[in-house]
């Protein structure tokens, strides 16, 4: 921002032409209602950037008053248009792209404007344009928009629609704007964000899936077609800043490394800005946060408990929004605020799950009786509306013992808490956005839940979440054991936990509906309550909304807003159209036939068809957190026939809660929705059937030729799991090159994740040792009989797995420079998954630990040198790893480990 006196000479003759220019580019402007800085030539620079001009420009400045009145005019007059003329192009980003009325915005990027000026020989001769020097501005009014996505919650949840949870924002939002009670999910976290971000079907962009299951068919890549380019890409390239915060969960997980590519991250998504985690959850207290293309740093942990990652994720969010106003505040912006909330674990601080204490001792019963009446009092649910039945899979809360209700309570209170700290800070963003006056022209659109709330718990809940994922149930029994060993029922939602709760409670947060995530066949798991606020632009404050909605209109809403046209070429690739329709119809008219007519559904082998009011629903006959063999082979390819699977039918506009099944009395109903269902599936590469399931059957990536992972050096770190070495199910062994000074060395040579799973290898009191967290369930622990030599030692783990099945049992050696000098032996080992969020770390253990014994000195660095760590995963090729490769992929999650 500076400019010497000879670059301040040299544009004076051009500072002449912008004046000429100045009320052409003013007329292009973006009108605000509040004045806004113009370009001016004088006084436009500022005064410490006027000061550090050389003296003779300085004297004469407008700044330069304080240097005396006796400076000569002359001077005076040649300095302030000199600087004027610097000022003009230090401030060029006033600047529009020449004539943009006339540009073609569905062909993206914008074209270049062609100079509009002439060129002379010299400057004498030529005419200038600034119109090529600018930048592309959106259209004239288009509103701010904060897009705001929940995870994992229900619709009988928030306050707002009924829930017992308080969510005095999303209320705020809605008496000022409207509520919909017709807003449809996927029933899956990936597949919804996919489908609210490129306005297409989740399967046509390749999400039938989550990123952490990239498949081989069309519909399940986990890579969105170069076709189907998202809308913020949209928004990017006509000229609104971009930005996403919080989880993203589309970025497959085997491209989560420095390596990319990084069209599949945010920023390839059309975001300026990432600041959040790319998998499906992430630790509150301790997330590995990503800064656009790169892991910025684990925050929290042992190490500062004062760290919460939905607060910082509103901080995070209100300083960039500051930013962007300081730098240019006539610019619009998007912001999709996506939480980790209410996804597992369920981790929140005592202050806000204390507030209800024992609001839920009456049960999930009562929960659902309670919520369904103060739904019909607020009219979210018409008076005609009938409660739906308890499933036999859930248990009646009056069939509990004592201490399972304690404990299923506790969990519903912190799965509570959690969820209105989720609301307070969305209601942060607000406020600032209301302080800095921009709320009034910002369309919210403020979603609560991406699916139904989450029935991953199974039936008792979970301490650990990642015990469901590795296919490992707990008796209640097992589950109170578990809990008292992490600290007892009050460490519940704290960081020695990372806890889900009884599947009976999302069943009963999704009230008035049947079942939840996953189960994309039914109202429980798709249907999710929507807030839109647009104060000026939406009439009917605290209206209701009730026409039939969906994710993939979300995009075109927005586009439609913004007066953009969806594109129909990005980067030289023609667009497939967006599928859903733009929902700004009811903005202004609550009585408007609904556009959204027809909908097919998909999850996991769950479907419906939605078409003119009817649904016709067909659930995979198995209880939806059941993942166990025999179950998935009654699906298995060479068994499963799809005509055999029945179909309930419900009219949605007499059976809002669908209580009334109709199929018996419509058949011919039930056979033309189905028909169209497979019409819908063919046509959005939904089939093959089941093929989101494909790995639990066998159809599994091709055996990796790679054996070797070498890390040079102790500056690798936050490495997500996707990418880490694969030890699970297989013998490995971890050879490290380190370097221990004479007076010692102590600290963590390589670490993994933590202590509800996760392994260590670190040296402590002069020895070495091995930590093994299996889920937080058992931890083995293995140390060296005699101290490390110092100098160069080379240091070695060797992991043999006992027979070539899931979680093999297997033998732990450790090695100095060759000579064993310790092990022991592991009885479990991790099948699937150690966590769902951290990484792995070479010289450090960054987050929460993997061993207690270190937690205090925590990331506990290794005070040597690592001149190395080595990974040697037992070769491809032989039947026994093949064997094991096999096991890992086809039967992942599927098989019991006994606890
Ligand atoms: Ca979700
Ligand atoms: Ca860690």
Redesign the pocket.
């Known amino acids: 921002m500076r400019a010497t006196v000879h670059q301040l000479v040299a544009v004076r003759r051009a500072a002449t032409e912008v004046t000429a220019l100045l009320p052409h580019l003013d007329r292009h402007r973006r009108p605000r209602p509040e004045p806004r800085s113009q370009l001016r030539l004088d006084g436009v620079l500022p005064v410490g950037s006027v000061r550090r001009c050389p003296k003779r420009v300085r004297a004469g400045s407008s700044a330069g008053h304080e240097d005396g009145a006796g400076s000569a005019q002359d001077d005076y007059g040649d300095a302030r248009r000199i600087v004027g003329a610097a000022s003009a192009l230090l401030y060029i980003e006033g600047l529009e792209m020449a004539d943009q009325h006339g540009v073609d915005r569905s062909r993206l990027p914008l074209r270049d404007p062609p100079f509009a000026g002439r060129r002379g020989r010299t400057l004498a001769d030529s005419t200038p344009d600034w119109g090529a020097a600018g930048d592309v501005r959106p259209p004239e009014g288009a509103p701010n928009i904060l897009l705001v996505l929940i995870?994992?919650a229900g619709f009988g949840q928030p306050s707002t629609f009924g829930g017992p949870v308080q969510t005095p924002n999303l209320t705020r939002m809605a008496d000022a704007g409207l509520r919909y009670n017709a807003m449809h999910m996927t029933a899956?976290?990936s597949p919804?964000r996919a489908a609210l971000l490129t306005g297409r079907n989740h399967h046509r962009v390749g999400f039938g899936s989550t990123g952490e299951f990239s498949g081989p068919f069309p519909g399940y890549t986990s890579v969105v077609p170069k076709d189907c380019a998202p809308f913020p890409k949209a928004l990017q390239m006509n000229g609104y800043s971009t930005a996403a915060f919080g989880k993203w969960h589309m970025t497959p997980n085997h491209v989560q490394g420095p390596s990319g590519p990084f069209d599949r991250w945010p920023s390839g998504w059309g975001f300026d800005y990432f600041w959040g985690f790319l998998g499906g959850e992430s630790g509150q207290y301790d997330p590995m946060i990503y800064e656009n293309n790169s892991v910025d740093q684990v925050y929290g942990g042992p190490a500062d408990r004062s760290f919460y990652l939905p607060d910082a994720m509103a901080d995070k969010t209100i300083e960039w929004l500051h930013g962007i106003t300081a730098h240019n505040d006539t610019k619009p912006w998007f912001v999709y605020f996506s939480t980790g909330c209410a996804?597992a674990p369920h981790q929140v601080t005592e202050e806000w799950h204390a507030k209800y204490r024992g609001k839920f001792d009456a049960g999930w019963d009562v929960y659902r009786e309670e919520t369904f009446a103060r739904q019909k009092a607020l009219g979210v649910v018409p008076e005609d509306a009938v409660l739906t039945e308890r499933d036999e899979a859930f248990p009646a809360w009056d069939s509990l013992s004592a201490e399972e209700r304690t404990l299923y309570a506790r969990q519903m209170e912190v799965y509570a808490g959690y969820q209105e700290n989720a609301d307070h800070n969305v209601g942060r963003v607000l406020d600032e956005l209301e302080r800095m006056g921009q709320l009034d022209d910002t369309l919210v659109l403020y979603i609560w839940g991406?699916?139904g709330a989450s029935m991953e718990g199974t039936l008792t809940g979970s301490f650990n979440e990642l015990t469901m994922f590795n296919g490992i149930p707990l008796t209640p029994e097992q589950q109170l054991a578990l809990v008292n060993a992490s600290g007892g029922i009050d460490a519940w939602g704290g960081p020695t936990t990372a806890p889900h709760c009884s599947a009976a409670w999302a069943w009963a947060g999704n009230a008035p509906f049947q079942w939840g995530?996953q189960v994309a066949s039914h109202l429980g798991g798709t249907r999710n309550p929507m807030v839109v606020h647009w104060p000026g632009n939406i009439a009917a404050q605290g209206g209701l909304r009730t026409q039939f909605t969906h994710v993939i209109d979300i995009g075109p809403t927005i586009l439609e807003v913004a007066g953009i046209p969806q594109p129909t070429s990005v980067d030289g690739i023609d667009q497939f159209p967006m599928q859903g329709t733009s929902l700004a119809y009811t903005f202004a008219d609550g009585t408007a036939p609904e556009r959204h007519t027809q909908q097919y559904f998909e999850i996991f082998g769950n479907r419906a068809m939605y078409k003119d009011g009817w649904w016709a629903a067909s659930k995979l006959p198995r209880i939806p957190w059941d993942l166990t063999p025999p179950t998935l082979r009654r699906f298995a390819p060479d068994v499963l026939d799809p005509d055999a699977l029945t179909w309930e039918l419900y009219y949605l506009p007499d059976d809002f809660s669908q209580a009334n099944d109709l199929a018996t009395r419509h058949p011919d109903k039930v056979a033309e929705l189905n028909a169209l269902w497979w019409q819908e599936a063919e046509a959005n590469y939904v089939t093959p059937l089941l093929a989101g399931l494909s790995a639990f059957f066998g159809i599994v990536p091709p055996l990796s030729e790679k054996t070797r992972w070498t890390f040079w050096g102790n500056d690798v770190q936050n490495f997500p799991q996707g990418i880490m070495p694969p030890t699970l199910n297989r013998s490995y062994t971890i050879t490290a090159d380190v370097e221990i000074p004479e007076d010692g060395a102590e600290g963590v040579i390589v670490a993994a994740f933590d202590h509800l799973g996760g392994y260590s290898l670190f040296v402590m009191d002069g020895k070495l040792h091995h930590t093994y967290s299996f889920i937080g369930i058992e931890t083995y622990r293995h140390e060296s009989t005699t101290t490390l030599p110092t100098g160069n030692v080379r240091v070695r783990l060797e992991f043999e797995a006992d027979t070539p099945v899931m979680a093999p049992a297997g033998t732990v050696t450790l090695f100095a420079n060759d000579r064993q000098i310790g092990g022991g032996r592991m009885d479990h080992t991790v099948p699937a998954f150690f966590s769902g969020y951290a990484g792995l770390d070479i010289g450090r253990d960054n987050g929460e630990v993997v061993d207690g014994r270190y937690e205090k000195l925590a990331p506990f660095a290794f005070t040597g040198t690592i001149h190395k760590v080595t990974y040697d995963i037992r070769p491809p090729g032989q039947p026994h790893n093949d064997a094991l490769h096999q096991a890992q992929y086809a039967e992942s999650q599927a098989r019991h480990v006994e606890a």
């Open positions: 995870d994992d899956l976290c919804t996804h991406d699916n995530k």
